[in-house]
C-alpha cells in the first residue's frame, strides 16, 4: 500500500490515532500464507501495527487490503509449540463469539459503501458458528498433542472460517481491550515464544473476554446463550439474565484445560494499570462501535477492574 500510495504512516491509520485516509485505488495482488491456526488474516483487509509511544495496537482497515489469494497449508501449524497453538486458538474463538455478538448490521447508518466491520449478519454468523464447532472441538486436542494433524487441520480451518466472519462483521470489546493489553509496558514472558516480554495476541484477547462478555449479554442474551452452547456449556433452564456469566464460565474452562494466564493478573497488570489500559482502549473507535451496546470509559474501566 505504501508502496503504490507514499503517505506518512499515520495517514492511513485508523482514527483517533492516525488520518484514516482512505486508500486511493487498487493495489497489487499478493497471496497470504498464514503459518499459525489463529488470526485469519488471510481472509481481512486489516492490518495491525504496535505504536510504541502510545503504548497500544492500532490498525489500517480496507478493503483494498484483503488478499487476492490465500493459500493456507495446516503443515505449517504442526511444529508449533502447545503455547502458540493455544493463544491462536483463542483467538479464533473470540473473532467468532465476537462476531457472532456484534451489532446488527440493520442497526448501521446507511452509507454510500459499506463499512469494513458492518456488523452481524446472515454471512458472517454462517462462518462464526462453523468456526466455533471446530474450535471447541478441536482445540484442547490441538494444544495437547503435536501429533494430533486431524486437530491442527480442523484449527486451520476454523481460523479461516472466522476470519471470513470477522472481516464481514467485525470484532469488538474483547479485541479492543486487548490492544492496549499486548501494547502496554509489561514483563511477562510466554512460554513457547521468544524470551523476551510479550503478550501473544489471543492471549492478550481472551483474558478480558470473559469480564467483557458479561458486559455485553444484555444487549443479545439469547447469542451469547447460543455461543456457550457452541462452547460446550449447558444452557437448559438459562436464563437470559444468566447469558453473560454462563458464556464466561465456558470460555474459562477452555482457558483453564489449555493451561494459559486467565486473568491480567496472571499476565502481571494491576489495579495501578487499568487506567492506561482504558486510555488504549478508548482509542480504538472503530471496534468499540461495533460492541452490541454503548460503551463508555467508566464501562472500560470497570471491565478491566473485573478482568483482573
Known amino acids: 500500500m505504501y508502496a503504490t500510495y507514499p503517505a506518512d504512516f499515520f495517514a492511513y491509520v485508523n482514527a483517533p490515532v492516525g488520518n484514516a485516509r482512505p486508500v486511493p485505488g487498487a493495489l497489487p495482488p499478493h497471496i497470504a500464507c498464514p503459518t499459525t491456526c489463529g488470526t485469519g488474516s488471510e481472509t481481512t483487509g486489516i492490518a495491525v501495527c504496535d505504536v510504541i509511544s502510545l503504548g497500544a495496537k492500532t490498525g489500517i482497515a480496507s478493503a483494498r487490503l484483503r488478499p487476492a489469494l490465500a493459500l493456507v497449508d495446516p503443515t505449517c501449524t504442526y511444529t508449533l509449540p502447545r503455547e502458540v497453538v493455544a493463544a491462536s486458538g483463542f483467538d479464533v474463538l473470540c473473532h467468532a463469539l465476537e462476531s457472532y ?26 462462518g462464526a458458528t462453523k468456526a466455533l464447532e471446530l474450535a471447541t472441538a478441536n482445540l484442547v486436542r490441538a494444544v495437547s498433542d503435536a501429533a494430533d494433524h486431524e486437530a491442527r487441520d480442523a484449527l486451520a480451518w476454523a481460523a479461516t472460517l472466522a476470519g471470513v466472519a ?24 510466554m512460554p513457547g515464544y521468544p524470551d523476551e516480554p510479550l503478550v501473544p495476541h489471543g492471549i492478550s484477547v481472551v483474558v478480558s473476554a470473559p469480564s467483557a462478555f458479561r458486559f455485553t449479554a444484555r444487549a443479545c442474551p439469547e447469542r451469547h ?9 449447558d444452557i437448559r433452564g438459562a436464563s437470559d439474565a444468566d447469558a453473560g456469566d454462563i458464556l464466561a ?55 478491566f477492574r473485573s478482568a483482573l
Open 225 to 233: 446463550l447460543e455461543g456457550a452452547r457452541m462452547l460446550g456449556a
Open 101 to 126: 455478538t456484534a451489532r446488527s448490521f440493520t442497526t448501521r447508518t446507511r452509507t454510500p459503501t459499506r463499512p469494513m466491520s458492518q456488523g452481524r449478519n446472515p454471512w458472517s454468523d454462517i
Open 166 to 189: 470477522f472481516g464481514n462483521a467485525g470484532v469488538h470489546v474483547p479485541h479492543a481491550m486487548a490492544y492496549g493489553v499486548a501494547g502496554c509496558v509489561h514483563d511477562f514472558k
Open 249 to 303: 464460565r465456558a470460555l474459562d474452562a477452555l482457558m483453564e484445560r489449555t493451561a494459559i494466564p486467565r486473568t491480567l493478573g496472571a499476565l502481571g497488570y494491576g489495579v495501578a494499570d487499568v487506567a492506561g489500559l482504558t486510555r488504549a482502549t478508548l482509542a480504538q473507535e472503530r471496534l468499540l462501535g461495533n460492541a452490541p451496546r454503548e460503551i463508555a470509559e467508566a464501562d472500560i474501566d470497570s471491565i
